[in-house]
Every structure is written in structure tokens, then in C-alpha cells.
């Protein structure tokens, strides 16, 4: 490596590979769009801001689930592809439905298209009448409730 006040230059086996601008902006990353993988350079364009507003057309509760995957990155970014895999799981799926679907995955804190779509096809957004929103875990007899141990 060659490094000026002005440039950064990367040489392998005495070939120049690269040579990048300088930055001075302390642990923040830069990338080159150029030097991303083709597919990831599709998303280089996209916001949090993009997926929030989509999230939101569906319901606060798809909103607020988007929000927070996306608050669960260190940079926001790197849950624009989960992001994209759980909207696209909610295609042709009732409205009312992706929204409670998306309030039990924010109280599970599943966060994740994998979970959500766990939840979509196993309807665990439903819960039991009368149990105040709680899906039981296990329904087995030897398996007693919260009252028993007090």
C-alpha cells in the first residue's frame, strides 16, 4: 500500500490494483458502487426511508416492523434485503392479516424473513380468544402455568 495525503493505492505482486481518494471521516465506511457485487449495486440507490414508506401504505404495525429490522443493523443498509424478503412475502396476502402478522413478529422480536414467514404459514398471528394475544408455546398437561410455582 502506498498512502498519500490526497490518495490510497493498493499494489499486489509490485501492479497497482487500486487507488481510491483519501477519506478523512474517522470509523465511518465509504463505498465505490463501482466495486460493489452487480447484486448489491441494485440496492446502492435505496433508503430506510424507501422501505418505510412502503411498510407504511400496508399498516403501522408493517411500518413499525420494517422500522425496527432496520434499527436492528449496525448500519441500516444491511436490512434492506430482509426488508425486501418479508415485503414480498406479504404479496397477495389480506392486509389485515400482514398486520398481525407483523405485530406478532414485533412482540417476538423475529426480525427476520425467515421468521415471518414461519408465522405466515404455521397462522401463529392468531391467537387463541380470551388469552389477551399470548400463543402458548406448549399445550401438554405436564407442563404447568405461571401460577403454579407461587
Not at 416492523?65 to 434485503?81: C, K, N, T, Y
Not at 414485533?106 to 399470548?134: F, H, M, V, W, Y
Request: with cysteine; hydrophobic share 35%; charged share 25%.
Amino acid at each position: 500500500m502506498r498512502v498519500t495525503a490526497r490518495t490510497v493505492e493498493i499494489f499486489h505482486r509490485g501492479q497497482r490494483v487500486g487507488a481510491h481518494q483519501r477519506r478523512y471521516m474517522g470509523a465511518r465506511h465509504g463505498t465505490v458502487p463501482e466495486h460493489m457485487p452487480s447484486s448489491h449495486r441494485r440496492y446502492a440507490e435505496w433508503s430506510p426511508d424507501r422501505f418505510r414508506r412502503w411498510a407504511a401504505k400496508i399498516g403501522p404495525n408493517t411500518e413499525g416492523l420494517i422500522v425496527a429490522v432496520l434499527a436492528s443493523r449496525p448500519h441500516p443498509e444491511q436490512g434492506f434485503r430482509t426488508c425486501l424478503g418479508i415485503l414480498r412475502s406479504y404479496r397477495g396476502v389480506d392486509p389485515a392479516r400482514v398486520e398481525a402478522v407483523s405485530a406478532r413478529a414485533l412482540e417476538l422480536g423475529a426480525l427476520n424473513c425467515k421468521s415471518i414467514a414461519s408465522l405466515l404459514t404455521q397462522k401463529r398471528d392468531r391467537a387463541a380468544p380470551g388469552d389477551g394475544g399470548q400463543v402458548s408455546l406448549f399445550d401438554h398437561a405436564n407442563v404447568r402455568g405461571p401460577g403454579y410455582y407461587h
